[in-house]
């Protein structure tokens, strides 16, 4: 822990005498073993050292500009620091590992506009280049003699990438790609660092060679002159303006006016353009570009597990330090933490973080054996891969913003402050449940996988491991509710099957009344919806479970029993969230459902003495919660005092426009 | 219908021949009559005629400070206008009609700082002086030669009023109180105009004379000097610093300093103190207190509705404009909106804006009527109304907020940006979920009521209109579904009367098993937050139900047939979204389920062709509305576009932060 300046306050050292548990053991566990906290921890430090996280003015205090200015400061001396220091600690390879991530977030209270470098530039040019280009570019790159950004999203068009308008058309002649913008749905939108910050981009348009059209394909494109930063003749380029959060990342627009690349310039790791303009289709196109989606997929989920430990630590400290009402009459305030109605809003939250992240770690890991099978030529294990990263996406990201807001309200309306921190963590968890495709369409991708397993059970076939509890169901077993961790899930799995179940019959009967099977399946879609969530639900759950059991295994008996408490009431919780799904799809009856409102309610108190203890082993610095409510050492109303004295509506004690409109209209002259 | 400068999106026009119904007619019902339609519009046009809303610079690209500056102007300006013409047209009495609330959103796209004036500093002297009191501030409020504020939150204690720890001590021989605050946490917090606009504040503090506390009352206190604005001495007093929303509003702290007011201004219409420092009890205190209180929860209801139905109409045009994805093969990309996953998304929306204005106007009614009750003498109905307000202003706020982010959502990625006006109209209703009683603590106040109600009705005393349900539970009459309007209200019934039961029983097995009241209440608070929830549902769907029969009876066929499908959605929607309770509580079954499922997604259908006409029929005019996606002539890339090239990050096409430190990291010189 790093030293604190100030005295704790007295309730929060209280609470963290009364933790029954080792909290380091936790950490380690979340860091994957004492070496990587070491690691980690050694990285905060080099940047916490530099000086590089303070900022004179709150930056939400600052305009636009000047935010935008402070953060390209930032992360050019960050991205120093990564060169060196950094890079000594944790090797090249591990550039991007989740303690820099981390870290990332105690210098840019929002967001770096340096972010898609490494996040997209970087790694579509290791994923698409041929080794040539590979030696142009990733050297550059990598040494940040150019910075680069990632622009695919059009004005009109998001998550429908085929409905792409930009064009890359092939001129034999000169050997060059002409890049054109034809209309003004077609001009790039939203992508980070592109407003004023990046040189270069990679760009996704439509391939046109020969007068035909091969769809989408990437172009690295230089936009802006490397002296100058001017952008270059035919490059239209600018900021999009404000939004909900991203405020210092520059999101850009981009148009082109017949602008020339070079030939080279279109990435042809797969499929190639050659100089005559013949077209060379790619060799196992589609397969191996999932590499970068699964990639970015999980890194989502991670956010949403990492953001959400966040916002829950902030409001678990707030509440013990904030005491109101009375219990009973005469009775001193309680602190907040000790009514089961903010225990009901927060510890699920704390049991959630862990369990996103585990699912996180856990996806990604089922993704590297997936690649090893690749390498052996089965692709087998793809389409379900595809399926699992769509709805965990979706659903821990829309999880994850709801329980965040949810931890903003039980802050009351501190939680309003900016400077709890809270509403920019929610903006930015918001955000990723459109972008990298948005919540509905990624579950109706789901769905379509969940339908063909049906189908599939039905026709006698295997099905693969996560919905194999369609064909149980398909052989007519019988759910019968046990109060259990197994049995909590298999009713959770006999809900998704149900549920999968109506919506086949949902689209055969529209088929037996005329409609084609297209039409049929659209208007199933809120059901569809609906049975894919109920499929990742039960997905989550298991995996939690499993997790929390492998990883605890060599753990002390008080770790493994407060770990397991959070488990069991992540299994109640939505236990008691999903009473109508299991009422018609499990045998759970009303006894049962008393039963587990009881031990919900009884979790609630078994966890209150730990709740502090288990947020602190989160591990998250001051420096990077931000928050005036969420600090270690709870000194939750100096520091709303100190930094209102401070905020620049403060510096004058009367306002011009008191002057100027005020007083006139007080004196009725205005 | 303002006339527009441009030409009608051709999707858009097209949407507004297939409507169905006369607009006018359903404009007419929610403005109260052709009149109060007419009456508005005058409104409107005065106010939009004063060229005070426009805006050179978008207000969100400004700093904060200018963002202040800039709603000043406009206030005194509006100020002005609603002192002169506005007036004209709706008479004095009538100053805080819906109509100007409506039309003050043109010109703050936030909130402006003299909200409280009107909304709080005028109604409470108005309810709170004697007369003689009244003579000397009213007309100097009304007229605008002192601007006041109300404040009562503190850095420590919000909702729990009697926790407050600003002090007021009667010095009788100077005959004066001394205000004081004796803590960090006593400090006043978040008083709206009390950081730098207002000169006068009603201050809720702690009544001490003869060394006895009295609790909280009112004072009148002038914190600034009307000619300089300078803070008198012994005032402490500032902006909060940034927030969520609210942005404009320069909410305040404040602190005293032994700070000494006359005896007279302390409001005393009610309590009184005397010269000698007697303390003289009010008479009926209590009852009559719950005007104002009444009165602005019923403004939150009505602010739930108004701001969704912003955000609907925003969202729905936004998704008849848009055009994405193909539903089959080589189709021409659908408008987003024939999609059922986003109509299931926005259509609820409607129908809630529709169920929301009509309760707010009959829970004012009711109060209007008890109002006339208690003039007799009868406050008989009061609990009930007070039960009743709680639990609505809780639900319809946190509804709407909900519902407000899923537009958002439905919108995509440009839903984030702040020119779509929706992560506004968001982060404004948001904040009503918490001020004025936080949703959990409102909806337990409802679950006192509920179960004082069980025990009367169980005792067989007659229990009043809204849960005389309980009373029919308790008689042991059994629920028998069905799916009418009527079936559905009685089932949802039953459903709170299930769970107020099953509360009543956790409560006394608790006693049973050795617990208190006061620890079986608490322990049993997240089951009652739930019943409360439930009541309130059943009151809405009733309320919502009832209020469409009694306004369209005389109302054309068409606008009887599109109001009653939204009534009929919700119906169908909530019924969906509650199986669970529903199949406890009620005879629901599973072929009812799939009916009521299969009437939800034809009823989507049916909305559809006039979805467009609907949100038109809220006849919010495009300066009300501020948005780029939601404009009434559907140019919504060309707004977005223009939005951005008027960004201010784009004046200089090379950000001076690329000399400082990008050009130097790219050449390895930083």
């Not at 704390?350 to 369990?355: G, N």
């Not at 409609?515 to 199933?524: F, P």
Request: with cysteine; net charge neutral.
């Amino acid at each position: 822990m790093v030293l604190k300046k100030y005295n704790i306050n007295p309730d929060l050292a209280l609470e963290r005498q009364k933790c029954t548990f080792d909290i380091e053991e936790i950490i380690n566990i979340f860091d994957g073993g004492k070496e990587k906290t070491s690691q980690r921890r050694k990285i905060e430090d080099v940047v916490l050292k530099s000086g590089l996280c303070h900022d004179d003015v709150p930056e939400e205090c600052m305009s636009l500009k000047e935010r935008y200015e402070n953060a390209v400061r930032k992360s050019c001396f960050f991205s120093k620091l990564m060169k060196t220091e950094l890079q000594e600690i944790t090797g090249i390879e591990d550039f991007e590992t989740p303690a820099i991530r981390r870290i990332a977030d105690a210098l840019f209270k929002d967001i770096s506009p340096f972010l898609l470098h490494l996040g997209m530039f970087v790694p579509t040019i290791i994923g698409q280049c041929t080794s040539e280009q590979l030696m142009i570019w990733l050297p550059k790159a990598l040494d940040l003699q150019i910075i680069g950004g990632y622009a695919q999203t059009e004005l009109g068009h998001g998550t429908f990438i085929r409905g792409l308008e930009t064009t890359a058309t092939y001129d034999a002649d000169t050997e060059e790609f002409v890049l054109h913008t034809p209309t003004l749905t077609a001009h790039k939108w939203w992508a980070g660092g592109l407003g004023k910050t990046i040189n270069h981009c990679i760009v996704v348009a439509q391939l046109y060679t020969k007068g035909v059209c091969y769809g989408t394909h990437l172009f690295m494109v230089q936009i802006r002159d490397l002296d100058t930063h001017m952008p270059l003749p035919g490059i239209k380029v600018g900021e999009i303006g404000p939004r909900m959060g991203f405020s210092s990342a520059d999101n850009g627009f981009l148009g082109f006016n017949n602008f020339r690349i070079p030939r080279n310039n279109m990435l042809m790791k797969h499929a190639q353009v050659q100089k005559d303009g013949t077209y060379v289709k790619p060799a196992r196109h589609g397969k191996l570009t999932y590499q970068t989606m699964v990639f970015v997929r999980v890194t989502l989920v991670n956010e949403a597990a990492f953001n959400l430990s966040k916002a829950v630590t902030i409001a678990v400290r707030y509440s013990a330090v904030r005491r109101q009402s009375e219990m009973r009459p005469n009775e001193p305030e309680p602190q907040i933490l000790d009514y089961p109605t903010q225990q009901h809003k927060l510890f699920i939250g704390i049991a959630t973080a862990h369990a996103f992240q585990l699912t996180a770690n856990w996806l990604w890991n089922t993704f590297k054996s997936v690649l090893s099978d690749m390498k052996k030529g089965d692709v087998g294990t793809l389409p379900e891969l595809h399926a699992l990263s769509s709805c965990l996406k979706a659903v821990c990201t829309s999880d994850a913003a709801l329980l965040i807001e949810q931890c903003r309200y039980a802050c009351g309306g501190h939680g309003y402050m900016l400077s709890s921190n809270l509403p920019y963590i929610y903006s930015f968890v918001a955000a990723t449940r459109t972008y990298e495709g948005d919540y509905t369409i990624l579950l109706l991708q789901t769905a379509r996988f969940l339908v063909k397993a049906w189908e599939q059970a039905e026709a006698g076939k295997t099905v693969t491991p996560t919905v194999s509890y369609i064909s149980r169901s398909l052989k007519g077993e019988k759910n019968s509710w046990r109060s259990t961790d197994e049995g909590i899930i298999k009713s959770f799995q006999a809900v998704a099957a149900g549920k999968i179940a109506l919506c086949v019959k949902s689209i055969r009967d529209r088929m037996k009344s005329g409609l084609d099977y297209e039409d049929a399946w659209l208007l199933t879609t809120v059901q569809l919806v609906d049975a894919a969530e109920a499929h990742c639900r039960s997905v989550i759950l298991e995996t939690y479970c499993n997790e929390v059991r492998r990883l605890t295994k060599s753990s002390s008996d008080n770790v493994k029993i407060v770990m397991h408490q959070l488990v069991t009431l992540y299994l109640s919780y939505w236990t008691l969230q999903r009473t109508g799904d299991l009422l018609r799809y499990s045998s759970i009856s009303e006894k049962d459902i008393d039963f587990m409102q009881r031990q919900y309610e009884e979790l609630l108190q078994h966890i209150r003495p730990n709740a502090v203890a288990l947020v602190d082993a989160f591990d998250l610095r001051d420096e990077i919660l931000h928050s005036s409510l969420g600090a270690y050492d709870g000194r939750v109303y100096e520091r709303l005092m100190e930094q209102a004295e401070n905020n620049p509506m403060n510096a004058e004690p009367v306002n011009q426009s008191f002057h100027k409109y005020i007083k006139p209209l007080l004196q009725g002259k205005l």
